[in-house]
C-alpha cells in the first residue's frame, strides 16, 4: 500500500520538526527561514500497534515487522500560492499527489520564531491555507466545465450529469467551501476524479502548542478544536519539538522516563499515525508463525483476495481460501491450535471482507 500523507502548513509552523519525529527513514531540515523545505522529503513510518506486541508474545516469533506508511514533508504555503507566489504552484502540485493532509497550525507564541501573518491566529491561517487549496481546484474545475461544455454544444448528453456535478462544485468553492463537504459519491465522483482535488482530500490538523499547554491544551488550540468539529475533522494536540527529543531517545526505558516527566503515557505521534492511518481509510491484518508476526496494510472494506495481494500477487491469482482467527480469540486461546479446537478458525472464501484485526492465513495455488 503505497499511501502518503502531506504534512503541509504555513512556514514555521513545526512542520519538519514534526516530519523529522514521526519519520523513521529520512530527516528533513528544520530552520527559521521561509521555504526550508523545497523538495518534499519522504519517510516512512511504523504504525504502533499494541495487538503486534501481544501476537508476538504468544507466538514468539523470529521476527516482528510492523506495518507502514508514508508521511511527505510539503514546502510551506504562502498567501497568494494558487497564484504561483513563493513555491506555491510546486507546493500545490506535491499536495495533488498525497492521499490525505495533515494541517500543522501554530498554536504558540514566541517571539524567536519568524511569522508574517502577524499576531497568532490558528483560525486565520487555516482560512488561509484553505482559500488557496479552494481557489486551485475553482481553476481545476472551471476549466474541466469548458472542455465539457463544448462537448454538450456538440450533441453529446452523456456529459450533462458531469456538467451538473461540476457546476456544484464551483458554487461550493465560490463560497469559501471545501469539496470534501460536498461528499461526492458514485457517479458524482467520477466527475471529478481526474482532477484529483485539493479539498476533496481528507484533512487532520495538528495544533503545535507549547509545553506548558502539552497536556491541556490552550486558548489557541481550543478554538482550532471548535471550527474542525463543525467540519467533522480531528485536530491532534501535541509540541512537535519535545516529540522530536521523544523520537531521538534509543531506548524504552529512556523514552518511558521521558514520557513519564511530562506526564503522558505515551507521544503524542502514536495519536498523530494512528488517526492518520484512520484518516486515510486504512486497516490492518496479521499473519502469525515461528517464522515472524507480520501487520499488513489494506483499504477498509477489500475483500480476502485483494488483502492476499499485499504479501504477493500470486496469492490473489491462485486464490482458494483463507483461515482467519479474530484477533480477540486468538488473544483468548492463545494459540491457533485452540483456537481451531474450540471453532474459532473459520475458513472463508473469495466474497469475505477482511475485518481490522483479523489473524488470517491464504491457501492459494499458482
Not at 499536495?95 to 519568524?114: G, M, S, T, Y
Not at 483560525?123 to 482559500?131: F, L, P
Not at 484533512?203 to 489557541?220: C, R, S
Request: glycine share 8%; net charge negative.
Amino acid at each position: 500500500m503505497a499511501l502518503q500523507a502531506g504534512i503541509v502548513g504555513l512556514p514555521n509552523v513545526g512542520k519538519s520538526t514534526l516530519f523529522n519525529a514521526v519519520s523513521n527513514s529520512a530527516k528533513a531540515q528544520a530552520s527559521n527561514y521561509r521555504f526550508c523545505t523545497i523538495e518534499p522529503n519522504v519517510g516512512q513510518v511504523d504504525v504502533p500497534d499494541e495487538r503486534l506486541a501481544k501476537l508476538a508474545e504468544l507466538v514468539q516469533p523470529q521476527r516482528i515487522l510492523p506495518t507502514t506508511f508514508e508521511f511527505v514533508d510539503i514546502a510551506g504555503l504562502v498567501r497568494g500560492a494558487s497564484k504561483g507566489e513563493g513555491l506555491g504552484n510546486k507546493f500545490l502540485a506535491n499536495i495533488r499527489e498525497v492521499d490525505a493532509i495533515v494541517h500543522v497550525i501554530r498554536c504558540f507564541e514566541d517571539d524567536n520564531i519568524l511569522r508574517e501573518e502577524g499576531e497568532i491566529n490558528p483560525v486565520g491561517d487555516k482560512e488561509i491555507i484553505d482559500t488557496e487549496l479552494q481557489l486551485k481546484d475553482l481553476e481545476s474545475v472551471e476549466k474541466k466545465m469548458q472542455r465539457v461544455e463544448k462537448l454538450l454544444k456538440a450533441g453529446d448528453p452523456k456529459n450533462k450529469r458531469a456538467y451538473e456535478v461540476l457546476q456544484r462544485c464551483q458554487q461550493h468553492l465560490g463560497e469559501g467551501k471545501n469539496i470534501r463537504g460536498l461528499q461526492l459519491e458514485g457517479e458524482d465522483a467520477e466527475a471529478t476524479a481526474d482532477l484529483f482535488l485539493l479539498t476533496e482530500k481528507p484533512v487532520l490538523y495538528v495544533a503545535n502548542v507549547d509545553e506548558a499547554a502539552l497536556l491541556t491544551g490552550n486558548k489557541y488550540s481550543d478554538i482550532l478544536v471548535k471550527v474542525a468539529e463543525e467540519e467533522g475533522a480531528q485536530v491532534i494536540v501535541m509540541n512537535n519539538s519535545i516529540e522530536a527529543q521523544i523520537s531521538e531517545l534509543e531506548t524504552v526505558d529512556d523514552k518511558e522516563l521521558f514520557l513519564s516527566e511530562y506526564g503522558l503515557t505515551e507521544p503524542g505521534l502514536n495519536r498523530l499515525i494512528r488517526s492518520t492511518y484512520t484518516l486515510l481509510n486504512l486497516i490492518t491484518y496479521f499473519t502469525a508463525g515461528v517464522q515472524e508476526v507480520r501487520a499488513w496494510t489494506i483499504l477498509r472494506g477489500w475483500k480476502a483476495p485483494q488483502a492476499a495481494s499485499v504479501i504477493h500477487t500470486d496469492f490473489e491469482k491462485g486464490f482458494i481460501k483463507a483461515e482467519v482467527i479474530a484477533y480477540k480469540d486468538y488473544v483468548q486461546y492463545k494459540t491457533e491450535a485452540a483456537c481451531r479446537e474450540n471453532g474459532k478458525l473459520r475458513i472463508e472464501g473469495k466474497e469475505y471482507v477482511v475485518q481490522d484485526g483479523d489473524v488470517m492465513h491464504f491457501r492459494f495455488n499458482v
